[in-house]
């Protein structure tokens, strides 16, 4: 066999077959736009014998693509595994339901028996949970054994379709007797919070059958962490439980406790960055005192324990023979606490498995970690009060524009045309308080009103020579991220437009710059006593688009990377975007 040939067929094996039974396509970087686009791609699904998965993660389909493969798998029986992550890097979000659509329709056609359905990655929010429900729903989903959602933007809405779906796709195959046993659960950074969560653990609760549960950051408090817990209950083959970065308090922990009690094939347990509290890390001494015989890792890092608590938790685990890592890292221990720590750990022969204290923030009073907890409750409690009059506000704005706008297009239609050099005032002297309205008001929608020339009008209305404003404009343009491409794409691009005018100025110092931005995140005190604002994940997702952008000083990226990697409490709610923020700093800063 020739050389190039011999180098064709390893290139054809390396992009397509990778185990048997699997036609890959996973991370090339493709864009399928049409039918015709996808012709290559189709071939090879018809002619593919046996199939029993598709890897299509890391491309970009159109709907009319999505709609010739659904075409081609539409025979495909013996199919079982859809690895469907980050298919829709680019499109807008209104393609994505009909898509899955098409997709999920095929597979009902084909009398297909699902056992992979992973669709992570995809910001398809409550309308693609749509796009899949009646594939949910159907026989293809009878057999379903993983479920991927992860970072989907599902929000509240979503999380209710998807679990009433769920609970149907049980119910019908209960009645056909083989019911639904899913057993692997992932939908971490959905937003599902507590009306989500809740609907969910119905779900759960009915299946029983779940070894893996994956919710990180979630904003889901104790009443929807309550709800999971006695979910969990029902779920006696658990094995890993992973709620990181939810907020469960001392409510939401002893619950989780008391089911913990009753598990006893859990394995990894990661309550990091949950607040459990002192009284929740004793609950969950206690639990480890009577249960859990084979847990083998147990993370409640910053979760505001106390010396007492931890060292109960650490005692607790003396008989874990399966234990490879305790994390108590970022608690309220103070140094002889951690000294403590470490020395029942040692004493006890496990010393190798405590994880870093590196990030203790010493010792909290008894008094302030109360009446923190009661403020937290009382925040719950009028949390939605607070959202639903923000809501009227922002909705009320939205009409006022819509009539400007309205009145506007009036004015252009009954207004004869003038010549160019006639004095009058510019249809778009209406354009401006729409800018005002955003930077006073800051929302998606508002942003993307503004069109192509955000920048611009956003430019014009903010003093771009102030450090402090640039700042201010910086965290109004970042507070509104989404993952949906359009949002994102709007975002990123007017942060970097008026961070690019803001730097290019030689009036402006960087180092007023950055001090501002440290200030308003709550990283520094201001002599000014100027007030933080409530730091939310596009802030630092934003930024870390930015520091990795020409414009950005690279002399100030150790200084973002010292106080990043301070534990701070305003940056409490966004460990996954400040992690990865951290991530591209260290990377970035110069190395000694």
Same mark, same amino acid.
Not at 12 to 35: C, H, I, M, P, W
Not at 91 to 105: D, H, K, M
Not at 247 to 262: N, P, R, V, Y
């Given at each position: 066999?020739?050389?190039?040939? =011999?180098?064709?067929?390893?290139?054809?094996?390396?992009?397509?077959?990778?185990?048997?039974?699997?036609?890959?396509?996973?991370?090339?970087?493709?864009?399928?736009?049409?039918?015709?686009?996808?012709?290559?791609?189709?071939?090879?699904?018809?002619?593919?014998? @046996?199939?029993?998965?598709?890897?299509?993660?890391?491309?970009?389909?159109? =709907?009319?693509?999505?709609?010739?493969?659904?075409?081609?798998?539409?025979?495909?029986? !013996?199919?079982? +595994? +859809?690895?469907?992550?980050?298919?829709?890097?680019?499109?807008?979000?209104?393609?994505i339901?009909?898509?899955?659509?098409?997709l999920?329709?095929?597979?009902?056609?084909?009398?297909a028996?699902?056992?992979?359905?992973?669709?992570?990655?995809?910001?398809?929010?409550?309308?693609?949970?749509?796009?899949?429900?009646?594939?949910?729903r159907?026989?293809?989903?009878?057999t379903? *054994?993983?479920?991927?959602?992860? #970072?989907?933007?599902?929000?509240?809405?979503?999380?209710?379709?998807?679990?009433?779906?769920?609970?149907?796709?049980y119910?019908?195959?209960?009645?056909? @007797?083989?019911?639904?046993?899913?057993?692997?659960?992932?939908?971490g950074?959905?937003r599902?919070?507590?009306?989500?969560?809740?609907?969910?653990?119905?779900?759960?609760?009915?299946?029983?059958?779940?070894?893996?549960? $994956?919710? /990180? *950051? #979630?904003?889901?408090?104790?009443p929807?962490?309550?709800?999971?817990?006695?979910?969990?209950?029902? #779920?006696?083959?658990?094995?890993?439980?992973?709620?990181?970065?939810n907020?469960?308090?001392?409510?939401?922990a002893?619950?989780?406790?008391?089911?913990?009690?009753?598990?006893?094939?859990?394995?990894?347990?990661?309550?990091?960055? +949950?607040?459990?509290?002192?009284?929740?890390?004793?609950?969950?001494?206690?639990?480890?005192?009577?249960?859990?015989?084979?847990?083998?890792?147990?993370?409640?890092?910053?979760?505001?324990?106390?010396?007492?608590?931890?060292?109960?938790?650490?005692?607790?685990?003396?008989?874990?023979?399966?234990?490879?890592?305790?994390?108590? #890292?970022?608690?309220?221990?103070?140094?002889?606490?951690?000294?403590?720590?470490?020395?029942?750990?040692?004493?006890?022969?496990?010393?190798?498995?405590?994880g870093?204290?590196?990030?203790?923030?010493?010792?909290?009073?008894?008094?302030?970690?109360?009446?923190?907890?009661?403020?937290?409750d009382?925040?719950?409690?009028?949390?939605?009060?607070?959202?639903?009059e923000?809501?009227?506000?922002?909705?009320?704005?939205?009409?006022?524009?819509?009539?400007?706008?309205?009145?506007?297009?009036?004015?252009?239609?009954?207004?004869?045309?003038?010549?160019?050099n006639?004095?009058?005032?510019?249809?778009?002297?209406?354009?401006?308080?729409?800018?005002?309205?955003?930077?006073?008001?800051?929302?998606?929608?508002k942003?993307?009103?503004? @069109?192509?020339k955000?920048?611009?009008?956003?430019?014009?209305?903010?003093?771009?020579?102030?450090?402090?404003?640039?700042? !201010?404009?910086?965290?109004?343009i970042?507070?509104?991220?989404?993952? !949906?491409?359009?949002?994102?794409?709007?975002?990123?691009?007017?942060?970097?437009?008026?961070?690019?005018?803001?730097?290019? $100025? /030689?009036?402006? *110092?960087?180092?007023?710059?950055?001090?501002?931005?440290?200030?308003?995140?709550?990283?520094?005190k201001?002599?000014?006593?100027?007030? /933080?604002?409530?730091?939310?994940? @596009?802030?630092?997702?934003?930024?870390?688009?930015?520091?990795?952008?020409?414009?950005?000083?690279?002399?100030?990226?150790?200084?973002? $990377?010292?106080?990043?990697?301070?534990r701070?409490?305003?940056?409490?709610? +966004?460990?996954?975007?400040?992690?990865s923020?951290?991530?591209?700093?260290?990377?970035?800063?110069?190395?000694?």
């Amino acid at each position: 066999m020739a050389s190039e040939d =011999v180098a064709q067929l390893a290139d054809s094996l390396a992009k397509t077959q990778v185990r048997e039974g699997e036609l890959s396509y996973k991370g090339r970087g493709l864009k399928f736009d049409n039918a015709k686009s996808v012709e290559a791609l189709v071939r090879e699904v018809e002619e593919f014998q @046996g199939l029993r998965a598709l890897r299509l993660e890391g491309n970009t389909f159109g =709907v009319e693509a999505a709609k010739a493969i659904a075409k081609s798998l539409e025979k495909k029986g !013996e199919f079982e +595994c +859809c690895y469907w992550s980050d298919m829709f890097t680019g499109r807008l979000r209104s393609e994505i339901p009909p898509a899955l659509t098409s997709l999920g329709g095929a597979l009902m056609t084909a009398g297909a028996r699902l056992k992979v359905l992973d669709l992570s990655d995809n910001a398809f929010g409550p309308d693609g949970v749509k796009g899949i429900d009646t594939l949910l729903r159907s026989t293809a989903c009878h057999t379903l *054994q993983e479920l991927h959602l992860n #970072n989907c933007g599902m929000g509240i809405g979503g999380g209710k379709i998807l679990a009433a779906a769920l609970m149907e796709c049980y119910k019908q195959s209960s009645a056909l @007797g083989s019911p639904l046993t899913l057993k692997v659960f992932i939908a971490g950074r959905n937003r599902l919070e507590n009306d989500g969560a809740t609907a969910l653990a119905q779900a759960f609760q009915m299946m029983g059958s779940l070894e893996e549960v $994956h919710m /990180p *950051q #979630n904003g889901i408090n104790h009443p929807g962490v309550t709800a999971l817990a006695k979910a969990m209950q029902s #779920n006696q083959k658990l094995r890993v439980l992973n709620l990181n970065d939810n907020t469960f308090t001392k409510k939401g922990a002893i619950a989780m406790a008391q089911t913990l009690k009753g598990l006893h094939s859990v394995q990894v347990i990661n309550f990091g960055d +949950c607040l459990v509290r002192s009284e929740g890390a004793a609950a969950i001494a206690d639990a480890l005192m009577l249960g859990l015989p084979i847990l083998k890792e147990l993370n409640l890092s910053f979760g505001e324990i106390k010396e007492e608590a931890a060292l109960m938790v650490a005692k607790a685990v003396r008989n874990k023979a399966h234990l490879e890592k305790l994390d108590l #890292n970022g608690n309220y221990l103070g140094v002889d606490g951690c000294k403590m720590l470490k020395q029942i750990m040692d004493d006890m022969k496990i010393g190798n498995l405590l994880g870093s204290l590196s990030d203790d923030e010493g010792e909290l009073e008894d008094e302030e970690e109360d009446d923190e907890e009661e403020e937290e409750d009382e925040d719950e409690e009028d949390k939605d009060g607070e959202d639903e009059e923000e809501e009227e506000e922002e909705e009320e704005e939205d009409e006022e524009d819509n009539r400007l706008k309205a009145d506007q297009d009036v004015e252009a239609e009954e207004t004869p045309a003038k010549p160019q050099n006639t004095v009058s005032t510019p249809v778009s002297s209406t354009r401006p308080p729409d800018v005002t309205s955003f930077l006073s008001f800051p929302s998606p929608d508002k942003l993307l009103k503004l @069109g192509a020339k955000r920048a611009l009008l956003i430019e014009q209305q903010v003093d771009m020579l102030d450090a402090g404003k640039t700042v !201010e404009a910086f965290l109004k343009i970042s507070s509104v991220y989404k993952e !949906e491409h359009e949002v994102k794409k709007a975002v990123l691009d007017t942060v970097d437009a008026v961070l690019r005018k803001a730097f290019s $100025h /030689p009036i402006i *110092q960087s180092y007023s710059f950055i001090s501002a931005l440290l200030v308003m995140l709550g990283l520094i005190k201001s002599e000014e006593k100027i007030k /933080p604002v409530k730091v939310v994940p @596009g802030h630092l997702l934003a930024l870390d688009h930015a520091v990795q952008q020409d414009y950005f000083p690279r002399e100030h990226v150790a200084v973002l $990377h010292a106080f990043m990697s301070r534990r701070s409490k305003s940056l409490e709610s +966004c460990s996954s975007a400040r992690n990865s923020l951290m991530s591209t700093l260290e990377r970035l800063r110069p190395k000694c």
